[in-house]
């Protein structure tokens, strides 16, 4: 059945309609778990709160089990979803860069749009940064492209590289999780702050 | 406490399932039925001997005729330029790339049109767009373009016309008409076809 747009289930015109409400309801729950809170952001890479790290490992391994479990009932055909393309260079490299930004203004790109919507005047300056920074991407890129497109993997699933059934790698997934949970709580113990 | 210990069951248990299910690989059929029926009454699939024969004529670089007998039959005879994928392999993925593609336009063929018509249908159902059947298969191959038959003189001049072509088409085939042997068989390699990439969107950012 699914995925409903690329099966032509429902017109092409409900892709904005989704991603409208999609997009509301992702910036309605992220501001409910507090996530406009650039202290509670950075509190990840401190180790005073890590609810950061769970909610994001949550939605992962919730989606996947969903799409597995869709796909299990032929609900959706995994063929036709879309990998994003790896380029190894720009992953790690761009990962440094959002995780440095991330631990200098409290915020990740998502969160500081949802932040300066309920009036925070620190989102409103990092999302300028933003635009600066995807601003100076756009003209820096002939002199980067190079290195944008090293190591090109093609779109490669870690269950690929591994060599296993995407089932076991949800699993495995699943535990390094719960692993991490339980890691971050005893951080939470460690490095605890009364007031952020 | 509690809470957490069931949603650390409930998703142990989900992904201690999943990594034992066997993955579906089963791709759903892309026509319903009523589509389907749709496109065989229109028959928009067949393609005459008389165009084929031109085509192959002009050596229209654009058609590729899929041979969907056995080997066997193949090795005896074939059009010129065939590939040969028997109808027990159309699924293999050998062939993926070529019957799904939108480069080149396949032409399926078989003795009749019954096989030609069975992998026509399974590479629709696939979602695959540029097959094609061979109209009545090799027979009707023969009857019309190796063997034409002489219409009355006084037919239409339309017939006499038709007849001329495929008169001049059978040589070029050699065909009966000539009076030469009719299995030109010519080895043909497996023309390289390059796979398109599917445009598919690309979806950004992440949190």
Redesign the interface.
Known sequence: ?GPLIP?EVIGEGWNFFIAFAVGIGFGFVLEQAGFSSSRKLAGVFYGYDVVVLKV?FTAA?TGM?GL??F????WI???MI?V?PTYLWSAIIGGIIMGAGFIIGGF????SVCAAAIGKIDAMVFVGGIAIGIFSFGELYPMIKSLYMAEYLGQVKLSKIFGI????L??FV??AA?IMFWIAEIAEKKFPREEY | MISRIKL?VI??G???I???????T???Y?LTASEMLDEVQYGSELIHPDELAEWLIDKDPSIQLIDIRSSDEFEKFHLIGAINIPINQILDDEWADYLDQDIKMNILYSNGTTLAHEAWMISRQLGYENNTVLMGGLNYWTETILNPNKPESTSPDDEIAKYEFRKGASQYFGGSANAQSSSKVSKSKKPIIKRRKKK????D???
């Open positions: 059945m099966q994001f391994v089990l597995l479990y796909s299990l009932f032929g055909d995994l063929s879309w994003n990740c790109p998502g969160t059934s995407q089932g076991a949800t699993f699943i535990i719960l | 650390t998703f142990l989900l992904g201690l999943i990594a034992f299910v066997p993955e579906n089963t791709k759903p892309r598919k969107k690309v979806p950012g992440s949190c």
